[in-house]
């Protein structure tokens, strides 16, 4: 928040269950009112998504910036956008939205500003290591090691940590890319033409989603 700035949030750290119950009265309300049929006719009777949206579990977007409203996308959301083999929850949730629910659209959408890829990029990862954080300390391997591969083209491009930041954030969206390729449900519903792969950087001060990688 600028320093400038009044609250427009709709709870805070102060907030309880009875307003947690009011606000979601009030926004159940208004999706009614804008349409009036999506719980009655549409989410009622099951989902029929067509993209799965994997992104940063980070509280600025969702899946909302693709202007979507409830029943059109599934959604998995984990820390830096990591995609890997080894993770059961990526991997049921893949076979979950690509051979039950039949998705024909797959994005990545990683973003600006990462808290997972400016930990990396200022070296602080270290730091995690402390008895409260040791398993994202562990978890982030996989972006201190792209952090890595690329550390003399980002310091050759520039010295804005913003900068290096948003290139960390889009090499990065490459990288879960190309992890999520290698996985076999993927692989196999690419070759079936069932599905396209695209990855997308969202930029949380603008609102914008750009592609940084090929279709596939
Ligand atoms: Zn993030």
């Known amino acids: 928040m600028s320093p400038a700035a009044t609250n427009i949030f709709t709870l805070t750290h102060n907030s309880k269950l009875p307003d947690l119950l009011d606000a979601n009265k009030q926004w159940c309300e208004k999706t009614t009112q804008e349409h009036p049929s999506l719980f009655r006719d549409f989410n009622a009777h099951g989902q029929t998504p067509h993209t799965l949206f994997i992104g940063c579990s980070d509280s600025r977007y969702n899946e909302a910036c693709l202007g979507v409203i409830p029943g059109e996308v599934f959604t998995w959301k984990t820390i830096a956008n990591v995609v890997s083999d080894k993770d059961l929850t990526c991997r049921a949730t893949l076979e979950f939205a690509i051979n039950v629910l039949k998705v024909n659209k797959v994005v990545i959408c990683g973003h600006t500003d990462c808290g997972g890829i ?54 990065n969206v490459q990288k879960q890319i190309n992890n999520l390729l290698a996985i076999d449900t993927v692989k196999e519903a690419l070759e079936r033409k069932d599905i396209e792969v695209y990855g997308l950087l969202y930029d949380v001060a603008t609102g914008l989603v750009e592609q940084v990688s090929e279709n596939k």
Do not use: P
């Open 118 to 171: 400016n930990t990396c990029l200022a070296m602080k990862r270290a730091a995690l290591k402390n008895g409260k954080c040791d398993h994202l300390f562990e978890y982030l391997q996989d972006i201190d090691d792209l952090y890595h591969d690329h550390k003399s083209d980002l310091l050759g491009v520039t010295n804005s940590a913003k900068v290096q930041s948003s290139m960390l954030s889009k090499y």
